[in-house]
């Protein structure tokens, strides 16, 4: 195992690039195939610590698979990519590694129907971190505050609104102190009236300095926290920017499309 954690380093270094102490995640040429599906062409992409990046784009783009391999729930094929100072290779412990340094976010919450909100909470920090129960449990409360539902502890997900229990999610995620959050379009499967909650503890935790790309099609939200939109099509990242000028000045024919049919 050392033998190969010092392959990656120097693979690294010849790949010509220095991972600084500043960059959250860095990926260079990745590419990836679903069989003979090329979904992600040359995908070249550095986020720094506490960069709060936005990613939009058609339906199929590739976004969701994007910030999927990142945490190592797909695989890529080709090229690199570093999470917090760790290459993602077959090397399970390194996956295990960058998957509690990462919390996910998804559109479906996908909390555990069974269990109680607090016990979704601390599942992962007791059998992922040997965390003792109540030191666990403490630290789910704090959180579930923060996303303002420690009144619902006891309950069961299927007691909940869909906002609530996305904000569940989003606790469960913050229990296991991850460094960076991915966030696949976690309001799109809300009713209208239930965004906002959901968004404000987006906005909160963007504040906190937390490093966030945010796969999602609420446009106020990146304005408002973004420092960078990155808009993909058929799988290649075709413009990136600062919210105002990406919003006001698009480059490409292709978002240009896309934001009139969004905004
Ligand atoms: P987006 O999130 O931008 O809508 P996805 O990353 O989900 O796009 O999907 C990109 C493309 O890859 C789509 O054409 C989708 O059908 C395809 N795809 C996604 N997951 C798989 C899979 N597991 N196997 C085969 N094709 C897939
Ligand atoms: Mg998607």
Redesign the pocket.
């Known amino acids: 195992a050392a033998e190969s954690a010092k392959d990656a380093g120097s693979a690294i270094d010849k790949s010509g690039f220095q991972v600084s102490d500043d960059v959250a995640i860095q990926i260079v040429g990745m590419n990836k195939w679903f069989g003979d599906f090329h979904v992600l062409r040359d995908i070249n992409l550095t986020v720094h610590k506490g960069e709060r990046i936005v990613i939009c784009g058609p ?1 199929g783009s590739g ?3 994007l910030i999927r391999c990142i945490n190592r729930l797909e695989e890529h094929q080709a090229g690199q990519i570093v999470v917090d100072g760790i290459e993602l290779s077959d090397d399970l412990k390194k996956i295990d590694e960058i998957r509690r340094e990462v919390g996910m976010v998804f ?1 479906h919450f996908n909390l555990f129907p069974h269990l109680t909100i607090l016990q979704n909470c601390t599942l992962a920090p007791i059998w992922v971190r040997k965390m003792p129960r109540r030191e666990a449990e403490e630290a789910a409360m704090t959180y579930l505050e923060r996303v303002k539902i420690p009144e619902q502890a006891n309950k069961y997900p299927g007691q909940l609104s869909g906002g609530q229990q996305q904000r569940v999610a989003i606790a469960r995620a913050l229990c296991m102190n991850p460094r960076i959050m991915l966030f ?2 976690p309001t799109s499967a809300l009713d209208p009236e239930m965004i906002k909650e959901v968004l404000d503890v987006m906005v909160d935790l963007a504040q906190s300095g937390m490093t966030m790309i945010c ?1 999602t099609h609420e446009m106020g939200f990146a304005r408002q926290v973004a420092n960078r939109v990155i808009f993909m099509d058929e799988g290649q990242i075709i413009e990136q920017n600062e919210p105002e000028e990406f919003f006001t000045n698009p480059k490409s024919d292709r978002t240009k499309l896309f934001l009139s049919q969004i905004l």
């Open positions: 339906s976004k969701s698979t559109q696949d379009e796969v």
